[in-house]
């Protein structure tokens, strides 16, 4: 069986849910929506210009530096100058904030998982897990090294 792109991106739709169904409402909600797009962007794409995360996210210039203000103030992310053009403002993670946001949303995807699944075998979950644990890895392996903060 193969996946063609249309599966690729309700499977995509799906687990992004998934996701947000499994973290607690409180972990980044206190944020606007704007400030969680950037402090995603940011932690998967540290030492990004502020234009580098517009383009990104497809917010407006101007939110995306009210929202690094907002999460530098929060001391979640930090800006720098670019020391190959003084005036463009590069901006990471702040230290330790991979371990602050670790402990918001490492949450067990398990229960989640298994009420999705079309079946209850327990192989069949342990499966997708798996699954789930290899495309992470080859797929965003920067995110889980928010632990120890090297995605700065």
Do not use: H
Not at 140 to 150: F, G
């Amino acid at each position: 069986m193969s996946v063609n792109g249309l599966e690729l991106f309700l499977l995509g739709r799906k687990l992004a849910k998934m996701g947000i169904e499994t973290i607690p409402s409180s972990a980044l909600n206190e944020f606007p929506p704007s400030a969680q797009a950037v402090l995603i962007d940011v932690l998967e794409y540290p030492n990004s210009s502020i234009g580098e995360i517009a383009k990104r996210t497809e917010l407006p210039q101007s939110q995306v530096s009210a929202a690094a203000t907002m999460l530098e103030e929060r001391c979640l992310l930090e800006t720098v100058s670019d020391p190959n053009d003084g005036r463009r403002t590069l901006v990471r993670g702040a230290p330790g904030v991979g371990r602050k946001i670790r402990k918001k949303v490492d949450v067990s995807i398990n229960q989640t998982v298994a009420d999705a699944l079309a079946s209850t075998d327990a192989e069949d979950l342990a499966r997708a897990l798996e699954a789930l644990e290899f495309l992470s890895l080859q797929l965003s392996p920067r995110t889980l090294k928010w632990n120890d903060d090297s995605a700065n």
